[in-house]
């Protein structure tokens, strides 16, 4: 099975903060996606990845910051936190070439900043 | 419009069946997806249809697509309490996948 980890559940962070959100995948997968998850806005896009060092930016890449060194982690980064970035965070990963296009997704960051 | 529309939130009784309902925006989508999240998890693949079909069954579940109207339904038959959860539309637009707000499924005893 295919297995996304993200490395904190729960975080709690004060405002102005640095933070740091780690994804791994086990499967090889090219591609990797940063969301993050808000009542009543669905899923929106942050930052994805198609291949190590590569980042493109999503539908919401203000305050964000990505890097991809290994082709297997996918981290995500709030240079300074703000109380508007408290939200869940998902990461998923794909293959290319995987014809349906299926994501593969972590449990979820769920991130509080005070 | 832009987004990918569903309705936010369903209230089925325990054995009726459950309708889903997505509009999409693209109509070069080449696949259509459902997937389902469950209370404190990720997002899993429930199952998706390839444009060039009308209708997809898995067990409980049916999809259905009108590409001319560009609705896809969800459609999950003798609803279960296990079914309770958060169904999300998503369509491939741009060689990325596009969700809906999705949609909480709420099942009554």
């Known amino acids: 099975d295919v297995k996304v980890t993200q490395s904190s559940r729960y975080l709690v962070k004060r405002t102005g903060e640095k933070v740091f959100l780690e994804c791994v995948q086990d499967?090889?997968?090219?591609?990797m996606f940063w969301y993050r998850q808000d009542p009543g806005l669905g899923l929106r896009l942050i930052y994805f990845?198609?291949?190590?060092?590569?980042?493109e930016k999503g539908d919401i890449p203000e305050g964000y910051s990505v890097s991809r060194e290994k082709k297997e982690r996918f981290s995500l980064i709030l240079e300074s936190a703000s109380t508007n970035q408290t939200s869940m965070y998902l990461c998923?990963?794909?293959?290319?070439?995987?014809?349906?296009?299926?994501?593969?997704f972590g449990e979820g960051s769920r991130l509080t900043v005070l | 419009g832009e987004d990918v529309e569903q309705s936010l939130f369903l209230s089925v009784r325990e054995g009726d069946s459950s309708v889903i309902n997505c509009t999409y925006t693209d109509s070069s989508s080449t696949y259509l997806y459902w997937y389902k999240q469950e209370p404190g998890a990720g997002l899993q693949l429930l199952t998706y249809?390839?444009?060039?079909?009308d209708m997809k069954q898995d067990q409980r579940l049916t999809v259905l697509l009108n590409k001319k109207d560009k609705h896809l339904s969800l459609r999950i038959a003798d609803t279960q309490t296990g079914d309770s959860a958060i169904y999300f539309c998503?369509?491939?637009?741009?060689?990325?996948?596009?969700f809906g707000k999705g949609t909480r499924l709420h099942i009554l005893p």
């Open positions: 990845s198609y291949d190590v060092k590569m980042k």
């Open positions: 998503a369509e491939n637009r741009d060689d990325k996948i596009i």
């Open positions: 998923a990963s794909s293959p290319t070439g995987l014809n349906t296009g299926e994501l593969f």
């Open positions: 249809i390839f444009s060039n079909m």
């Open positions: 499967m090889d997968h090219e591609n």
